[in-house]
C-alpha cells in the first residue's frame, strides 16, 4: 500500500524555465510534509517543508504547495538550475510516528 | 559541524555471509533510524532509535537483521546471514526527536549480495 506517491519517475526542464514535481497521498492523517533532494552517492538531504494547516510555503527559489482536498502537493522550482539536478523525494509524516517517503522523481535541468 | 557518519561506503559479499554497517550520528542528536532504499524505491524504516531505546523495529527483519545503539550514540546495524535481495543502500539518520520529519542523512553503505 503505496501512501505517497510520485506518478512521474522523471522529469526534464530547460535552465530557467519552472521545475514542477508532484506527489499524492492517501492518508488524511499526515501532519507534515517534505522534500527531501539527493544527489548520487549522497544521502538525501531536506530541502523544504509544509505543515498540512497550511497551503504554501516558500522558500528563495522553492515554494511547495497543499492540497488537501485533493490529497496533492507539489515543488516548484524557479528558475531552474542545473544544480537542480538531483532525485527529490517526496515524504509525509503522522502522529510523531512514521515518515513515509514517495518513490522520488528524477530532475534533470539542462542549458 | 560535521555530519551523519556511516561506513563501509561500500560492501560486496557473498550470500549467507554476516555483515554489518556502522553510523555516528550529528554530536547532540538523540533519535537515530536505519533505512534501507532499494533500486528506484523511496527510503523505508528499518528501526528509529530514541537514546538506547528501539522505539520502532516493526520493519527490520529480526530474523536476520539486528542492531544497537550503544550508549545512545553510534549504532550498527547487522545482517546475519546476507541474502540476494537484500542488496540495497543502508542509510543512517539522525535528528534532535521527532517532531517534523526533518531528519540529516548519511552518505549511505551500499551493499551487494551476489
Known amino acids: 500500500d503505496q501512501q505517497v506517491k510520485q506518478n512521474s519517475p522523471s522529469l526534464s526542464v530547460q535552465e530557467g524555465r519552472i521545475s514542477i514535481l508532484n506527489c499524492d497521498y492517501t492518508?488524511?492523517?499526515?501532519?507534515?510534509f517534505l522534500w527531501y533532494k539527493k544527489y548520487p552517492a549522497e544521502g538525501p538531504t531536506f530541502l523544504i517543508s509544509?505543515?498540512?494547516?497550511?497551503d504554501k510555503n516558500e522558500d528563495g527559489r522553492f515554494t511547495v504547495f497543499l492540497n488537501k482536498s485533493a490529497k496533492h502537493l507539489s515543488l516548484h522550482i524557479v528558475p531552474s538550475q542545473p544544480g537542480d539536478s538531483a532525485v527529490y523525494f517526496c515524504?509525509?509524516?503522522?502522529?510523531?510516528?512514521?515518515?513515509?517517503f514517495g518513490t522520488g522523481t528524477r530532475l534533470q535541468v539542462f542549458p | 559541524e560535521a555530519g551523519v557518519v556511516q561506513s563501509p561506503r561500500y560492501k560486496i559479499i557473498e550470500k549467507k555471509q554476516p555483515v554489518a554497517f556502522w553510523c555516528n550520528p550529528i554530536?547532540?542528536?538523540?533519535?537515530l533510524y536505519w533505512y534501507r532504499q532499494n533500486l528506484g524505491q523511496g527510503p523505508e524504516l528499518l528501526i528509529r532509535?530514541?537514546?538506547?531505546?528501539?522505539?520502532?523495529d516493526s520493519q527490520l527483519p529480526k530474523d536476520r537483521f539486528s542492531a544497537e545503539r550503544l550508549k545512545g550514540v553510534d549504532s550498527t546495524l547487522k545482517i546475519q546471514p546476507a541474502e540476494l535481495g537484500d542488496s540495497a543502500v543502508y542509510l543512517c539518520?539522525?535528528?534532535?526527536?521527532?517532531?517534523?520529519?526533518?531528519?540529516?542523512f548519511g552518505e549511505g553503505s551500499r551493499l551487494t549480495v551476489l
Open positions: 539518520a539522525s535528528s534532535w526527536g521527532f517532531n517534523t520529519g526533518e531528519l540529516f
Open positions: 492518508n488524511s492523517m499526515f501532519d507534515y
Open positions: 509544509i505543515s498540512s494547516i497550511k
Open positions: 515524504a509525509a509524516f503522522y502522529n510523531t510516528d512514521k515518515l513515509i
Open positions: 554530536s547532540g542528536h538523540n533519535t
Open positions: 532509535y530514541e537514546n538506547e531505546e528501539a522505539v520502532d
